[in-house]
Nanobody, 123 residues
Framework: QVQLVESGGGSVQSGGSLRLSCVAS????????AGWFRQAPGKGREGFAI???????SYADSVQGRFTISLDIAQNTLYLRMNSLKPEDTAVYYC?????????????????WGQGTQVTVSS
């Protein structure tokens, strides 16, 4: 099993940047599909950036070109760099891990979740 702890959330103005971190313990995160998800107030949790065991990366259209997911294997840490933030990016952000064969944006395939970190973008 893998345990995940996120950090790096906060409040920024529209157009600003943040970097989220997700430290993994208990297992090697590169053995999993790892991803970033978010849940805005009153909405369901959605996946938007994933990195497969082999290193392949996918983004949802809503963040393509603005967000960058990366995995530091030596530090066993998943990162999310967020640029050009918009008010609609306001949400609780979660990192999660799934078996390598289930690398999708579908939350149902993810067995391991962090506690979440709040990101608030003001206009």
């Amino acid at each position: 099993q893998v345990q995940l702890v996120e950090s790096g959330g906060g409040s920024v103005q529209s157009g600003g940047s943040l970097r989220l971190s997700c430290v993994a313990s208990g297992d090697t995160l590169s053995n999993y599909c790892a991803g970033w998800f978010r849940q805005a107030p009153g909405k369901g949790r959605e996946g938007f950036a994933i990195i497969a065991k082999g290193g392949g990366i996918s983004y949802a259209d809503s963040v393509q070109g603005r967000f960058t997911i990366s995995l530091d294997i030596a530090q066993n840490t998943l990162y999310l760099r967020m640029n050009s933030l918009k008010p609609e990016d306001t949400a609780v952000y979660y990192c999660a891990a799934a078996g390598p064969e289930y690398c999708t944006f579908d939350t149902r395939y993810y067995d391991y979740w962090g506690q979440g970190t709040q990101v608030t973008v003001s206009s």
